[in-house]
Nanobody, 125 residues
């Protein structure tokens, strides 16, 4: 599976952005999908995850209530709607895929099998 994240940019605090993760090579309908982010000098951290069917979603506490993960399996694409952005949300955002037909919670990078190259989100104050 090849993953391509897009939609990042430079924005002011308080606005919204929607990131997309387009998959190719095979359908992602059998994959749990996750978003992670990595700020300069920091470790990669979990942001959100959605199960293969879209029926279960999980969020990091830092984004809960502001970010929404969704997927369109017909378009082979996963989205991350980010509202009320804060300067501390500044990071490279990466999407990842894990082959899974369960509804488990996968929040560490090593639990994912495929990664995209990321898209940079910069939030100014």
């Amino acid at each position: 599976v090849q993953l391509q994240a897009s939609g990042g940019g430079l924005v002011q605090a308080g606005v919204s952005l929607r990131l997309s993760c387009a998959a190719s090579g095979r359908t992602i309908s059998n994959y749990a999908m996750g978003w992670f982010r990595q700020a300069p000098g920091k470790e990669r951290e979990f942001v959100a995850q959605i199960s293969w069917s879209g029926g279960r979603t999980y969020y990091a506490d830092s984004v809960k209530g502001r970010f929404t993960i969704s997927r369109d399996n017909a378009k082979n694409t996963v989205y991350l709607q980010m509202n009320s952005l804060k300067p501390e949300d500044t990071a490279v955002y990466l999407c990842a895929a894990r082959a899974s037909l369960g509804s488990g919670y996968y929040y560490t990078p090593h639990e994912y099998h495929y990664w995209g190259q990321g898209t940079l989100v910069t939030v100014s104050s």
